[in-house]
């Protein structure tokens, strides 16, 4: 298998039919279902605080389970990492509820809650900011770490204006702000020298939405599984990778059918087990999206090289550690 | 063992062969020179937890070197490397190996019991230790927020409640807390008491009792609730069982969350049923310690018995009712009260009538009476007063 894929694409001047692979995801739900038992228990026995390390397991299993050209992607982030995010989503929880309960007691405890939503609103850019810088600088694929050249500067000077956007048009402009964070984010990530990128526009994503709500009322929901289908092949599709000689696009084949056979499936599995189905339905969602992502084949993915400096220290960042956090709300 | 091997420098696959020795793994290309490494067993750490025959391990500082084992003799190999891991570690590794109906039949009776004890045993034992922890002033307070929040439904009538406060301390009840009385103007055959002393008593309720020392059961009762912390370990208790099944619901999934917040509602009504059998007993010491009638307890709980018809219901539906209500069964309560008064010696105690009670007692009972209900009250006037002129004639004797 491994020698099969040493592509000579410099033999051949003219372009080729592009070839694809896919992902492929082997989680079971039984596996994940003994990985909640164990995390639930564990966060209950100490009163929650060991929620970060939950999801660090949670984390490493899925990551462990998707495979691409035979090798098994890992999650290299640890409890003791997340913790510090996890205290401060804790203590802005706790103050949220303080103060509620402050406002029984206290008349001007309303401003305290004002004081807590614009904190809220302050943390939005940094939540998104972190998480994804997060998540990508602790996966590795063959022992190479993804790489992300974000600035946080930068990424607020693109995020403010498209909130304000969003707000004055009351979320209509979303999907055009969503597309804008999107493009900025992906187009800093890269493995080895594979640079990833972003080329959806907001009016087609908006057009996907709109008829996807739309008809997700009229039809009492029965549409909805079609719409995730269309979000999920607008996000993959306009998705490129870029090694500096050339561009190619990822490319999905979920189609109507399988989305609406497999989600539906899933509602019906969590309704009739009382919701006790969702390790087994979280799979079977991993595993339809992954065997439809095709990636091309024409990159080295067998001569990535690592990025200089330890994955952990930033790259192009000042802010550093005070956003190397991870909410996942 | 035939493995895959990735130096950290670049993604490039190394077909290896990897032999134990010497205390770790000497990992070596077949017919070149690239690869010839060695792994001490000590510090190798296994990172995949995935399902199937694939493990993959880690070794060094960044950037680290990685093997992918496959095939014959993963296991016996990895049971060794994962000695020096954590359980954690060791139960991930393990549950990909496990079959799945064990592993699902196991994963459900662990997160049932933890669960269960969580909601039914843990979390209230947290809550109620917390609120030993809270002064008397912030329960007060608490307490004069709920009170000012359903002020609205109380209709205070202040002449009538200066005279329960001097009814209460005629009966020498006492408490830490400083006691406030309010007769309410509103029919509801209730009473209740909220967190640092306020008690409130519902017209209904007073023209109900038959006799005066029915009302001073209530009094018990409810000063049973003020003194034990009722109310508030009741708070105390449904938010500690609320942050932490809220802190589960991110991981368990929707409807199964609504399940646990019920079952951890439900423990809250089995508590307040806790609650309510202290606060009879409780109270009915205090009656004990004034010696006032015991059995005046089982007369109140007759009189709320008629007046809700709850004797018809559970007659219809039995006494499953109960699991869903607040408070006891009233016929249960009954013959509680009635065991704990028989089985006890000590409550053969010669009863007092406390005269300024009574009058008190006659005095609301007479105006809160309905008019069919005047004749009673003129009957026991007349009993009253025969007695009264008794007393007077055995003073006047000695």
């Given at each position: 298998m491994i020698e099969e894929q040493h592509l000579d694409h410099n033999a051949t001047p003219e372009p080729v039919k592009p070839r694809y692979s896919n992902l492929s995801f082997h989680g079971q739900g039984s596996t994940y279902f003994g990985i909640v038992a164990l995390n639930v228990v564990l966060t209950l026995v100490t009163v929650g605080l060991y929620y970060p390390w939950a999801k660090a397991a949670y984390r490493k299993y899925l990551w462990n389970e998707t495979e691409f050209k035979d090798s098994r992607f890992v999650f290299n982030g640890t409890?003791?990492?997340?913790?510090?995010?996890?205290?401060?989503?804790?203590?802005?929880?706790?103050?949220?509820?303080?103060?509620?309960?402050?406002?029984?007691?206290?008349?001007?405890?309303?401003?305290?809650?004002?004081?807590?939503?614009?904190?809220?609103?302050?943390?939005?850019?940094?939540?998104?900011?972190?998480?994804w810088r997060y998540r990508i600088t602790r996966t590795s694929w063959r022992g190479i770490f993804f790489t992300f050249e974000g600035n946080f500067k930068e990424f607020l000077k693109i995020f403010v204006p498209q909130l304000l956007l969003t707000l004055i048009t009351f979320g209509i402009y979303a999907s055009w702000m969503r597309v804008k964070l999107m493009k900025y984010l992906f187009s800093h990530t890269r493995i080895g020298k594979i640079r990833m990128d972003f080329h959806g526009d907001g009016a087609s994503f908006f057009g996907i939405n709109f008829v996807g709500i739309l008809l997700s009322y009229i039809t009492l929901f029965l549409y909805s599984p079609v719409w995730i289908k269309d979000r999920v092949n607008f996000t993959i599709n306009h998705t490129s990778l870029n090694d500096g000689e050339q561009q190619r696009y990822l490319r999905s084949s979920l189609k109507s059918g399988e989305a609406w056979k497999t989600l539906m499936l899933n509602f019906v599995m969590l309704v009739f087990t009382l919701g006790l189905a969702f390790p087994w339905t979280l799979m079977r969602t991993f595993r339809m999206y992954f065997r439809n992502t095709w990636v091309p084949d024409e990159f080295d993915f067998d001569n990535l090289e690592q990025s200089e400096g330890d994955f952990r220290g930033a790259t192009g960042d000042e802010m550093g550690d005070i956003i190397d956090i991870d909410f996942g709300f | 063992m035939k493995a895959v091997y990735f130096d950290g420098k670049s993604s490039k696959p190394y077909l290896v062969t990897v032999v134990r020795s010497g205390g770790g793994l000497v990992i070596s290309t077949p017919e070149s020179t690239e690869i010839n490494a060695f792994w001490n067993s000590e510090e190798i750490r296994t990172e995949s937890f995935a399902t199937g025959k694939k493990v993959l391990l880690s070794y060094g500082e960044f950037p680290f070197q990685r093997l992918e084992l496959t095939g014959e003799g993963v296991d016996v190999f990895m049971k060794e490397v994962l000695q020096n891991e954590s359980f954690v570690k060791k139960?991930?590794?393990?549950?990909?190996?496990?079959?799945?109906?064990?592993?699902?039949?196991?994963?459900?009776?662990?997160?049932?019991?933890?669960?269960?004890?969580?909601?039914?045993?843990?979390?209230?034992y947290i809550g109620e230790q917390a609120v030993k922890l809270v002064p008397l002033s912030v329960e007060t307070k608490v307490g004069e927020v709920m009170y000012n929040n359903m002020s609205y439904i109380i209709d205070k009538d202040d002449a009538k409640s200066d005279l329960l406060l001097e009814f209460f301390d005629a009966c020498g009840f006492q408490s830490d807390y400083n006691i406030r009385i309010d007769y309410s103007k509103n029919n509801m055959v209730n009473a209740f008491a909220v967190p640092g002393g306020q008690i409130v008593v519902f017209e209904g309720l007073i023209r109900q009792t038959e006799c005066w020392d029915e009302l001073a059961a209530l009094m018990g009762h409810e000063l049973a609730h003020v003194n034990e912390r009722h109310s508030f370990k009741q708070l105390a208790r449904s938010i500690t069982g609320y942050l932490l099944l809220s802190v589960l619901t991110g991981d368990v999934a929707g409807v199964s969350s609504v399940i646990l917040e019920n079952a951890s509602a439900i423990n809250d009504m089995a508590n307040s049923r806790k609650h309510e059998k202290e606060a009879d007993m409780v109270g009915l010491e205090y009656l004990k310690q004034s010696k006032i009638r015991p059995q005046a307890m089982i007369d109140l709980f007759k009189r709320l018995m008629e007046e809700s018809g709850e004797e018809e219901i559970t007659e219809e539906i039995g006494s499953s009712l109960e699991y869903l209500s607040t408070h006891p069964l009233t016929t249960n309560r009954m013959d509680y009260i009635r065991d704990w008064i028989d089985g006890d010696p000590a409550f053969n105690y010669a009863h007092t009538d406390i005269i300024r009670a009574q009058e008190i007692w006659l005095q609301l009972k007479d105006q809160a009476a309905d008019p069919l209900e005047l004749k009673v009250i003129k009957k026991i006037k007349e009993k009253i007063k025969e007695k009264l002129d008794e007393e007077e004639e055995e003073t006047i004797e000695q």
């Open positions: 409890g003791k990492e997340m913790f510090k995010g996890f205290v401060i989503a804790y203590f802005i929880f706790i103050g949220f509820y303080a103060s509620l309960s402050l406002m029984a007691l206290w008349t001007y405890a309303w401003i305290f809650i004002i004081l807590f939503y614009i904190l809220l609103i302050i943390l939005i850019p940094f939540a998104i900011y972190g998480t | 139960y991930q590794h393990t549950i990909t190996r496990t079959s799945p109906l064990k592993l699902v039949f196991g994963s459900i009776a662990v997160l049932g019991l933890v669960i269960y004890s969580y909601i039914f045993h843990i979390s209230p």
